[in-house]
């Protein structure tokens, strides 16, 4: 079962995404067994609805990118587009080979980076946008942001019932414009969108 709003090449790429996933599942804990079954609205749908926020983008970086949710999805939808490129950022060795392995197959403009996000941060200056999922609290993603979300990237944090204690939270140390998108896939979930960054103390 493959997403309806993408094209049938791209469909058949996601499902071997999907693929992968479960085999790897069995030996890598990528996601969380209990969503296995709902794949398709719980961790790809959800990945693919950030390209309808920003559907110029063509440059992306994903932060504690894991089991490529939603970095990986994004560039697979993306193969299309020749200037399309995705980087996938995540600490895990294990996670990373699965991540190479099966943006090999797909096909996929992603380059995955083994290391820290304090390592590698600096040098993606100039990515349209920065997104993590299920990673950290806003104020962290922010702290890890701060070098891109103060020179024009866009960034696209998902984020579940909670967002408006963690954007409280966040109000403390920065000042940042944002605005919350809903989620498709989820009621209560809320896709934040910032676009401008500052220190409090600054």
Not at 118 to 136: P, Y
Request: charged share 25%.
């Amino acid at each position: 079962m493959a997403a309806a709003d993408v094209s049938r090449e791209t469909a058949r790429r996601l499902d071997l995404y999907v693929e992968q996933l479960r085999r790897w599942q069995t030996v890598k804990n990528l996601v969380g067994p209990a969503t296995l079954s709902e794949v398709w609205t719980r961790h790809i749908a959800d990945a693919l609805q950030l390209r309808e926020i920003a559907p110029e983008a063509a440059t992306w970086l994903d932060l504690g990118a894991g089991a490529g949710l939603p970095g990986l999805v994004l560039a697979i939808a993306g193969h299309e587009r020749p200037d399309f490129q995705v980087d996938l950022v995540e600490s895990n060795a294990r996670k990373c080979a699965f991540l190479t392995e099966t943006a090999r197959l797909a096909g996929a403009p992603a380059r995955v980076h083994n290391a820290r996000i304090e390592q590698v941060i600096g040098v993606h200056r100039g990515v349209a946008v920065v997104c993590a999922r299920a990673l950290a609290p806003l104020t962290q993603l922010l702290a890890w942001a701060e070098p891109l979300l103060t020179t024009g990237t866009v960034g696209l944090f998902p984020k579940g019932r909670d967002v408006q204690s963690e954007l409280t939270e966040a109000a403390q140390r920065w000042r940042f414009v944002y605005d919350l998108v809903p989620s498709r896939t989820e009621s209560e979930a809320r896709i934040v969108r910032v676009t401008t960054l500052s220190r409090v103390d600054s």
